[in-house]
């Protein structure tokens, strides 16, 4: 079986709790060979290396990180993920995991080396640059995702079920609520999720409108 390397570009929130828990079971069952995690700067990388849960879960398993943990976390590497992109093999893995305002350059970066890429929720902000990569990516063979995790929350999966059952009856309006952790005050969502670079439906309500066809089959 053919192994893939993969890199994740963003090392927040949604990579520790999410995507490398993911890779890193995907690496243990044989799928993927080589993990790379580029960051803004060190400080993420310190807590997924050091991350006592990952440890336990994932033994002797690990990535690389760039910039190196080592380095100081006032230093800062905005376009390091350029270089990280550029030495990549043609045709593995980028997975995009920046704020929304940044998934775009990223995901070209991606596409101009030839990378397949998962990218998270939204792909892009616009849908001119949306078109721009369903253009580039099928010119050139590749991939492109967009990771809805919300499909697998096992609630999502319960309602599905039930819809294929018939136990709701025609879907004709649905309601959602978000309440965010508190701790969300404190970290680095608060730096980026400002009105000149997204907002609340661009960052969650497309979660939603996926849900509906997910569980539904109706397209939005």
């Known amino acids: 079986m053919k192994t893939l390397d993969v890199t994740i570009i963003g090392g927040g929130m949604i990579t520790y709790d999410l995507l490398l828990p993911t890779v890193y079971h995907l690496q243990r069952t044989g799928y993927i060979n080589k993990i790379k995690i580029c960051a803004l700067d060190s400080s993420p990388l310190k807590t997924l290396k050091n991350s006592r849960e990952m440890k336990e879960a994932f033994p002797g398993q690990d990535f690389e990180a760039f910039p190196s ?19 990549m093999k043609p045709r593995q893995i980028v997975i995009v995991a920046m704020p929304d305002h940044l998934h775009y350059p990223v995901v070209m970066e991606a596409l101009k080396h030839n990378q397949h890429i998962l990218c998270v929720k939204p792909l892009v902000l616009k849908y001119e640059q949306s078109v721009e990569i369903e253009k580039t990516a099928y010119e050139r063979g590749l991939f492109v995702g967009v990771e809805y995790h919300k499909r697998f929350d096992r609630r999502s999966l319960m309602a599905k079920r039930g819809c294929e059952l018939k136990q709701f009856g025609e879907f004709v309006i649905g309601e959602a609520k978000l309440i965010e952790p508190y701790y969300y005050r404190s ?24 849900l509906v066809y997910f569980i539904t089959g109706l397209k939005p």
Do not use: M, R
């Open 69 to 87: 943990v080592t380095e100081p976390e006032k230093n800062k590497f905005p376009d390091l993920y350029k270089e990280v992109i550029a030495k």
């Open 187 to 210: 970290s680095n969502f608060q730096n980026w999720f400002t009105c000149d670079k997204s907002d609340p439906f661009v960052y969650i309500g497309c979660h939603y409108v996926d």
